[in-house]
């Protein structure tokens, strides 16, 4: 029996794993329970091995084979992620630790450029996840990820994927994603018989009243609201903040557990379709370009997307900045629109069908326009002027006529600047 993978998955840890590996690990521990043999093969999953970049590729495929005696140089170490991750392994798989060790001795090496992650795995414990990508974080040499043509990498998969410096897919229809947490357990209630007519009862000590309170209230009454709230939800808060930390291109609407083609999300959960060889020559490239005995993280390597973000990305990924931004932008735009309209409505009282439409059409008032207004109102001056020395008795209807011109290029100015606020 697998009995490092059975633990991680009864002790009631959560996990990030896609429904589909899930599925399989839930069959495969229902047959351990019903006594089924099982058969460890030879070559476990997540294992390591190293290439030798030349014009004869040569794949090491046991870690002492890189003995101190070996005179080959710019070597990429490879990982195969392509089992359930968990933190100790089995007899089946090997545990994040091991792997965590070993790419550490890999980056020590100075014959070793960096290393390829193929990954084709549905995810795993939070624990295995996280003992990987705090070491992935420490490495000082580049690592570099690819998902499997007709792979998956998903939920704590993807989450150790995002910890690397770039991250391929084969295929564009290679599966990413499932970022979310959930967990399973099973268990009779207290006082009940199980199939065997064997009472079951757990019972805690008087002070002991916090004890597994999450289990028993979700065994006992089916309220699973504590196990959510007190274990789920927290660690699934930690799981995105890591995510979006390490790729902040990543949008706020794939955090919610859906899964992707690879070709829909280049940009954001990944960042380009490629093969083997085009991760191992990235790896190669930002080895060159990095310098040395320099401590990595998301960060400091080649992390920064260069890709130009939306407004509607920048909204889902960073609300208060959006928020800021547009605020700002509000204000300046309604000082930018008072100023193009006052300049405007300075000439109303020369020509106010010609004001309302430069104002309706939106731009600026140009040289030329202005030069014309204070022609055509040097015009209209003088022949005022002339018309003050003729002038008659005024009907008192007509005498209000300049003042009713006056008062709709007003109203219509307020308009204007009540529409921008």
Do not use: C
């Not at 070597?75 to 392994?89: A, E, F, P, R, S």
């Not at 889902?316 to 930018?336: L, R, W």
């Amino acid at each position: 029996m697998n009995y490092s993978l059975a633990r991680e998955i009864y002790g009631g840890a959560p996990w990030m794993v896609d429904a589909s590996t899930f599925s399989a690990l839930r069959s495969m521990l229902n047959d351990f329970r019903a006594g089924v043999n099982f058969h460890a093969k030879e070559d476990k999953n997540n294992a390591i091995a190293l290439v030798k970049i030349s014009a004869a590729t040569k794949i090491i495929n046991r870690t002492w084979q890189l003995s101190d005696d070996y005179q080959g140089d710019d070597l990429v170490y490879v990982i195969n992620l392509n089992g359930v991750i968990t933190k100790d392994g089995g007899e089946s798989t090997f545990g994040m630790k091991q792997l965590a060790a070993q790419m550490q001795n890999f980056d020590a090496d100075k014959r070793v450029k960096g290393g390829v992650i193929v990954v084709d795995s549905g995810g795993g414990s939070t624990s295995g996840m996280e003992v990987m990508t705090h070491a992935i974080e420490k490495l000082t040499k580049p690592l570099v990820t690819l998902v499997e043509r007709g792979g998956v990498a998903a939920s704590a998969a993807y989450g150790i994927s995002s910890a690397t410096d770039y991250v391929f897919s084969e295929s564009k229809h290679s599966v990413v994603g499932s970022i979310g947490t959930m967990v399973s357990f099973a268990g009779i209630p207290n006082g009940e018989r199980d199939g065997d007519n064997q009472k079951h009862f757990a019972i805690y000590a008087t002070k002991s009243t916090a004890k597994n309170k999450m289990w028993e209230e979700a065994i006992n009454s089916d309220n699973v609201e504590l196990i959510r709230k007190e274990l789920l939800d927290p660690v699934n808060e930690k799981f995105l903040a890591d995510i979006k930390r390490r790729r902040p291109q990543v949008l706020e609407t794939q955090l919610d557990g859906s899964v992707y083609e690879a070709g829909k999300v280049v940009g954001t959960l990944v960042d380009a379709i490629g093969t083997f060889d085009d991760a191992v020559k990235k790896v190669m490239d930002l080895s060159k370009a990095q310098p040395s005995n320099s401590i990595s993280n998301k960060n400091s390597k080649n992390k920064i997307n260069t890709k130009a973000m939306t407004a509607q990305e920048l909204k889902s990924s960073h609300p208060e900045t959006y928020k800021e931004i547009f605020g700002a932008g509000v204000k300046q735009g309604i000082a930018a629109e008072k100023d193009r309209v006052g300049s405007w409505m300075a000439h109303a009282k020369t020509d106010l069908p010609a004001v309302q439409k430069g104002i309706e059409d939106g731009g600026k008032i140009t040289a030329t326009a202005r030069e014309n207004f204070l022609v055509k109102a040097a015009s209209l001056k003088q022949l005022g002027d002339l018309k003050a020395e003729s002038a008659k008795d005024l009907n008192p209807d007509e005498a209000t006529s300049e003042e009713k011109e006056l008062s709709e290029a007003d109203a219509f100015y307020k308009s204007i600047l009540e529409d921008t606020e």
